[in-house]
């Protein structure tokens, strides 16, 4: 099993930065990626950004050019710094593991992100 514990989130005004961070633990050498999600009342969750354990990554478009997602092997730790924000980012970001199945298999307990206009 793998735990994953988000920290970061909170209110901010549009245009301003936050950072959201995602400790592991567990059995890390199952993870092949991890990532986060975001889900906004009303709508499905969705891909904001993910990265390998190579350090490849991918961002949803609508991210693109804002978020920057890192990660720090010593400390098991991913991060998803979120700049330039807007009323719409508004959701709960929830950090995902993917197995060896490369789908997200483990998540997080989610962290609030409001972005006030």
């Known amino acids: 099993q793998v735990q994953l514990v988000e920290s970061g989130g909170g209110l901010v005004q549009a245009g301003g930065s936050l950072r959201l961070s995602c400790a592991a633990s567990?059995?890390?050498?199952?993870?092949?990626?991890m990532g986060w999600h975001r889900q906004a009342p009303g709508k499905q969750r969705e891909l904001v950004a993910r990265?390998?354990?190579?350090?490849?990554?991918n961002y949803a478009d609508s991210v693109k050019g804002r978020f920057t997602i890192s990660r720090d092997n010593a400390k098991n730790t991913v991060y998803l710094q979120m700049g330039g924000l807007k009323p719409e980012d508004t959701a709960v970001y929830y950090c995902?593991?993917?197995?060896?199945?490369?789908?997200?298999?483990?998540w997080g307990q989610g962290t609030q992100v409001t972005v006030s206009s």
């Open positions: 995902n593991a993917e197995g060896p199945r490369w789908t997200p298999e483990f």
């Open positions: 567990g059995s890390l050498f199952r993870i092949n990626a």
């Open positions: 990265i390998t354990r190579g350090g490849s990554t």
